[in-house]
């Protein structure tokens, strides 16, 4: 059974940071290209971060570019979200998904994170 | 950036009638290898999105044959042949031609009367 498990989500004062980190299961990690996608009320789903299968490329949405860092660590199947900087405008749900062009989707649970004083 | 407009946000529907939703983008979402990266998504209250239509008109695997992509260039449509209760929720398009960033459209909030 394939699984994305997020996790690192919770509330942070303004300012701060937060790890957020996506364990895979079920499928060949290491084959793909992995995102970040969030959700807020009001915004609807907005992609924040993609990294493509070996770690040696990636890209940020400009809302976060210098404050957020994707990453990866295939010989542990897990995804990272490296979170500083936080703004309440940053308040969502994470997503990890493969967020694939074609051949099979996979997304995650989600977890909340709360910025807030 | 490609900008995805979706109409209508919100779609009251009777169960067992059809429904329709608009995504529109900002510039042709056709690739230098032939192929539109136009997909669509639901998203049911208080799950995770799923994938139900990609390269414009093909359906995932599990999802039901009354939904329906189409549409080409900037111009694509998600059609719902007969809604059921289970298909309350929000709809999104998103391509992911012309990267970065993939982009969302605002979503479509589909209800029932």
């Known amino acids: 059974e394939v699984q994305l498990v997020e996790s690192g989500g919770g509330l942070v004062q303004p300012g701060g940071s937060q790890r957020l980190s996506c364990v895979a299961s079920g499928f060949t990690f290491s084959n793909y290209w992995m995102h970040w996608v969030r959700e807020s009320p009001g915004k609807g789903l907005v992609w924040v971060a993609r990294i493509n299968s070996d770690g040696t490329s990636t890209n940020c949405a400009d809302s976060v570019k210098g404050r957020f860092t994707i990453y990866r660590d295939n010989a542990k199947n897990t995804l990272y979200l490296q979170m500083n900087s936080l703004r309440v405008e940053d308040t969502a749900i994470y997503y990890c998904s493969t967020l694939n062009r074609f051949g099979r989707d996979y997304w995650g649970q989600g977890t909340l994170v709360t910025v807030s004083s | ?113």
Request: charged share 20%.
């Open chain 2, 1 to 113: 950036d490609v900008v995805m407009t979706q109409s209508p946000l919100s779609l009251p529907v009777t169960l067992g009638q059809p429904a329709s939703i608009s995504c529109r983008s900002s510039q042709s979402l056709v690739h230098s290898d032939g192929n539109t990266y136009l997909n669509w998504y639901q998203q049911r209250p208080g799950q995770s999105p799923r994938r139900l239509i990609y390269k414009v008109s093909n359906r995932d695997s599990g999802v039901p044959d009354r939904f329906s992509g189409s549409g080409s260039g900037t111009d694509f449509t998600l059609e719902i042949s007969r809604v059921e209760a289970e298909d309350v929720g929000i709809f999104y398009c998103m391509q992911a031609t012309h990267w970065p960033p993939w982009t969302f459209g605002q979503g479509t909030k589909v209800e029932i009367k």
